[in-house]
């Protein structure tokens, strides 16, 4: 499988670069900015996985994982935030996301992971994992949540989750629904605002509350 590694901070993304060719069989390439990942994507026929930080300077690896999607079918994203480790409200198993310090073995964990999905045709996340991502990197804009034939809206503002819609529902009731459908698909425009603020908890909040919900209603 044909990797890319995309991060501002070369002497990082070059130790990624290394840990990946020492202890997987996978090619691994590294960019150092959104506009030389597009360059090395016009120059090369696949790439099954995009490892990208979420935001530094000339990267905004949401809008990046959008345009290498639109090229290489079936690619794969794992997101390198801002944040660090010790700020995470809620731990994911099998997350996607890696803050700082990054845990080498668990990445390598989801390279392989992202190997074995690399016949299904989308990338999905867990939404918790999605949510707590945007939201600590201080997100502002609008995600399209899809499972399956369901859809839904989370707007975010400065990493505060404003409003959420369903087909069914509203603020946190939609949040909730969204919950229980764990692994998504998603797209993200940052350009969209929310026309109305429905949810008043802090993010975090919100989340947790919509996560026990769930569980509760599983058990």
Aim: contains cysteine.
């Amino acid at each position: 499988m044909q990797l890319l590694i995309v991060h501002r901070d070369v002497e990082i993304g070059v130790e990624l670069v290394r840990m990946v060719r020492d202890y997987t069989r996978h090619k691994c390439d590294l960019a150092g900015s959104e506009a030389a990942a597009v360059d090395w994507a016009h120059g090369h026929a696949q790439c099954g996985l995009l490892l990208t930080q979420l935001v530094a300077e000339g990267i905004d690896g949401l809008t990046l994982g959008g345009t290498l999607s639109q090229i290489f079918s079936r690619l794969q994203i794992l997101f390198f935030p801002a944040y660090g480790a010790s700020e995470r409200r809620l731990e994911i198993a099998e997350t996607k996301v890696f803050p700082e310090p990054i845990d080498g073995d668990a990445l390598l964990g989801a390279i392989e992971r992202a190997e074995k999905s690399a016949s299904l045709p989308q990338d999905s996340f867990h939404i918790v994992d999605l949510v707590q991502m945007c939201c600590l990197g201080g997100r502002s804009g609008a995600l399209q949540i899809v499972k399956e034939k369901r859809s839904g809206f989370l707007f975010l503002r400065d990493g505060r989750l404003v409003h959420a819609e369903t087909t069914a529902a509203r603020g946190p009731d939609a949040l909730f629904e969204m919950v229980e459908w764990k692994h998504v698909e998603f797209a993200y425009n940052r350009s969209i605002r929310a026309a109305a603020e429905t949810i008043a908890q802090p993010w975090d909040e919100a989340l947790i509350e919509a996560v026990t919900l769930t569980n509760n209603r599983i058990s």
